[in-house]
């Protein structure tokens, strides 16, 4: 729609890494593709931030003091009202440590000012854990009195996955209103370059090699999971070589190597890579083993990136997937979390190059369905 004008919030945007700044770079772009003027109001970085044609970013937002919010809402006075926010929230990305309630407040703000507030939810705050530090617990509380406020600041919200509805529910006031799932695409694009992955394949290992990959940063109870697994998948099979794509994967190599040294030879981690090498290494597996503590959603940008290169994936279920991974058989699933049943669920894709192409077909057909950017863009013009 020619002649819209979107203000998109967001604490990380690209020189910066992270799965905010590669979401919101690509939000970006392709609004300002359809002939819409994109304005992008973030934190300053060093480093180069890529240019897209029809987005402006304003490197206005400093570390979202008190004083750059003066500052940054003197400047979007500037442009005719009303003006739409589009805030894309996960808490520990405005600064003060995940607890800016002056951001919050100002965006009140700025709504009774007459600004129209959509949110975004990425993440909505940081769990109750009763074993945690009481500091912790303090930012438990106080990402919750966050929430309270942006959803009181907001005209229209999101959400990435639909179980955080329920999260968000507990915070509203002023009556029940309309939450809306915005599923998250893949922030990695597809590089249709076949010479080039069968030269990077035939780099990265012999061939008739068996390639077993996992995407994401490696930590917490992902790398726990995955410290399990991959052992189990690579040990006894000489054929077969781990590739650990992402930020973290060399750390989490070098702590599976103090484990089982005899691993060295066969286990490969790139480092972090632009996503077109990050796209290409993809296409070199011959499955990914992608395990969430909370199951497989579609929050999980790794998993996305997955389904939209079509590669045969193994997951699990848990308390925040959604019904559509058990309904599509989209990637196969394992039983339970347990190492072996992961395990057993790779076995049978390796053993059966039939049951793999069937997989990555199913996979990609159900990514361009649901999924792709084109889905969250439509959504957002459609809402007016």
């Not at 003066?70 to 739409?84: H, T, Y």
């Not at 996503?275 to 083993?289: A, K």
């Amino acid at each position: 729609m020619t002649g819209r004008v979107w203000h998109l919030l967001t604490g990380e945007y690209p020189p910066q890494s992270g799965g905010i700044s590669d979401y919101t770079w690509l939000l970006a772009s392709g609004l300002a593709a359809g002939e819409e003027k994109v304005h992008v109001w973030t934190t300053p970085v060093e480093g180069i931030t890529p240019a897209a044609q029809g987005v402006t970013v304003h490197h206005s937002a400093g570390k979202w003091l008190p004083r750059d919010l003066a500052r940054l809402g003197a400047e979007l006075n500037s442009f005719a009202a009303p003006r739409r926010l589009l805030v894309q929230h996960t808490p520990n990305t405005w600064g003060y440590r995940g607890l800016n309630l002056r951001f919050c407040e100002w965006l009140v703000k700025r709504k009774k000012a007459g600004d129209d507030i959509w949110l975004m939810v990425h993440e909505p705050y940081y769990p109750w854990l009763w074993r945690d530090k009481p500091t912790r617990w303090l930012l438990a509380a106080g990402q919750r009195w966050m929430m309270r406020r942006l959803l009181a600041a907001s005209s229209r919200i999101y959400i990435s996955i639909p179980g955080w509805e329920k999260y968000l529910r507990a915070y509203e006031t002023g009556g029940r209103r309309s939450i809306k799932w915005l599923p998250i695409f893949s922030t990695i694009p597809v590089i249709a370059d076949d010479r080039k992955v069968a030269e990077l394949r035939q780099g990265l290992t012999r061939s008739g090699r068996i390639v077993i990959g996992s995407f994401g940063t490696f930590g917490g109870a992902v790398g726990e999971m995955l410290l399990k697994v991959m052992p189990a998948l690579l040990l006894s099979h000489p054929e077969r070589v781990g590739l650990l794509l992402g930020r973290g994967g060399e750390r989490f190599a070098a702590r599976l190597l103090s484990r089982h040294p005899q691993l060295a030879e066969r286990l490969l981690a790139p480092g972090e890579l632009s996503p077109e090498q990050v796209s290409l290494n993809l296409q070199t597996c011959d499955v990914l083993v992608q395990p969430y503590p909370d199951g497989v959603s579609s929050r999980r940008t790794s998993v996305m990136a997955g389904l939209a290169h079509g590669i045969p994936t193994v997951s699990n279920t848990g308390f925040l997937s959604e019904p559509i991974w058990a309904q599509t058989h989209c990637v196969a699933l394992a039983a339970t979390h347990k190492s072996s049943d992961f395990v057993a669920e790779v076995e049978i894709l390796l053993k059966d190059s039939g049951a793999r192409a069937s997989l990555a077909a199913r996979a990609s057909a159900v990514y361009t369905q649901n999924f792709a950017l084109e889905h969250t863009l439509s959504r957002l013009r459609d809402a007016g």
